[in-house]
């Protein structure tokens, strides 16, 4: 079983619990890093006032906040790991 190829699904095959080469992960493996993990946030203008957008780690936005410290700790809240975009 080669540990370095995809799955059927584009993800990673976490076969035998053997070591994973990040050397040699498609671009598709490495956007599926850490998207359980790691949310973003980045400053946004909406309709004219500033606000923070919250995505996950492939992009997929989900949820805007007023706050940066709330977009923060909505991140935690579930369980992620917040990471700025400037």
Same mark, same amino acid.
């Given at each position: 079983? %080669?540990?370095?190829?995809? %799955?059927?699904?584009?993800? /990673? ?19 599926? /890093? ?53």
């Amino acid at each position: 079983m %080669d540990m370095n190829k995809p %799955d059927e699904a584009g993800g /990673l095959d976490k076969g035998a619990g053997e070591p994973i080469d990040i050397r040699r992960l498609t671009a598709t493996q490495l956007a599926k /890093l850490g998207v359980a993990q790691v949310a973003y946030v980045k400053a946004i203008v909406v309709n004219g006032a500033p606000a923070f957008a919250i995505h996950a780690a492939d992009g997929t936005p989900m949820a805007l906040a007023e706050e940066r410290e709330v977009a923060v700790a909505a991140i935690r809240q579930h369980e992620m790991l917040p990471v700025s975009v400037h």
